[in-house]
Nanobody
Framework: QVQLQESGPGLVRPSQTLSFTCTVS??????????WNWIRQSPGKEMEWLGL???????NYRPSLKSRTSISRDTSKNQISLEVRSATPEDTAVYYC????????????WGQGTQVTVSS
């Protein structure tokens, strides 16, 4: 069974870059059956999809965050990474990585999430 484990910076000052890693175990990140997604939830708000990386390394981002967001992968380490640049307090959230099953059209695996606070 695949497992996802996020890591993140914890506390960051405004204008800095948030950097996250999702380490995947129990399965490879390369099969074409899945995409790998980053999602966040800010206090009192709905979950917000940030972007994805597909089996071929192609990416897609939430339009409102596209200019500040980058997703990449390291297939040798089986890891997915997320960067959010020019952080503001509005980026304070729990950040999750999740695997989307393309055939079933649902998220079939989630990490436990990592809390990030942006504050001076």
């Amino acid at each position: 069974q695949v497992q996802l484990q996020e890591s993140g910076p914890g506390l960051v000052r405004p204008s800095q870059t948030l950097s996250f890693t999702c380490t995947v175990s129990g399965g490879s990140i390369t099969p074409s059956a899945y995409t790998w997604n980053w999602i966040r939830q800010s206090p009192g708000k709905e979950m917000e999809w940030l972007g994805l990386i597909a089996y071929d390394g192609s990416t897609n981002y939430r339009p409102s965050l596209k200019s500040r967001t980058s997703i990449s992968r390291d297939t040798s380490k089986n890891q997915i990474s997320l960067e959010v640049r020019s952080a503001t307090p509005e980026d304070t959230a729990v950040y999750y990585c999740a695997r989307w099953q393309i055939s079933g059209q649902y998220y079939d695996s989630w990490g436990q999430g990592t809390q990030v606070t942006v504050s001076s």
